[in-house]
């Protein structure tokens, strides 16, 4: 994960300064909380992380910045069937393994899935951007407990 950080908090400053954001603590602090995780935070555990370090800080806070954060392509949001909001940061393209019981969300690598392609033209003209498969299943932990 260590070896994540870095590059991802870099992506983040050049951003910030291509797209005129204040580089502020707060913002930082609240990036980090979400690039040092592959665990597909929400937002309210994101807020638990950035409050042990600013314990003034407000959950709209939080939430604005993810905002912006989104707008801006630096997170991106998984929504889970119907289960609440997940960040992640790992902007490559990639796929998802969804534990259906503890809903752990694991990376799964763009390739390792064979390419996912339309076999008709989409319904009303929707214009395709990219693909994002979520794998259903049980994660190690999930399934060691299953008797
Ligand atoms: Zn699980
Ligand atoms: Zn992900």
């Known amino acids: 994960m260590r070896d994540t950080l870095a590059p991802r908090m870099q992506n983040f400053r050049d951003r910030c300064v291509e797209l005129g954001m204040p580089l502020t603590h707060q913002r930082l602090v609240i990036y980090e909380a979400l ?3 592959d665990e597909h ?3 309210e555990a994101v807020f ?3 409050r042990k370090k600013i314990p003034s800080i407000s959950l709209a806070t939080v939430y604005k910045n993810i905002r912006s954060f989104a707008d801006a392509g630096l ?3 998984v929504s889970l069937l119907h ?3 997940r960040l ?3 902007l490559a393209d990639h796929h998802h393994l969804v534990c259906e019981r503890c809903k752990s969300v ?3 690598p763009h390739d390792a899935l064979a390419p996912v392609r339309m076999k008709i033209n989409p319904p009303d003209r929707f214009q395709v951007h990219r693909f994002n498969v979520e794998v259903l299943g049980l ?3 999930c399934a060691a407990t299953d008797s």
């Open 41 to 43: 935070p929400t937002p």
């Open 83 to 85: 289960e609440s909001l």
């Open 35 to 37: 690039a040092s995780t």
């Open 106 to 108: 694991t990376d799964l």
């Open 48 to 50: 638990e992380r950035v």
């Open 75 to 77: 997170l991106r949001e």
């Open 139 to 141: 994660c190690a932990r």
């Open 88 to 90: 992640d940061a790992n």
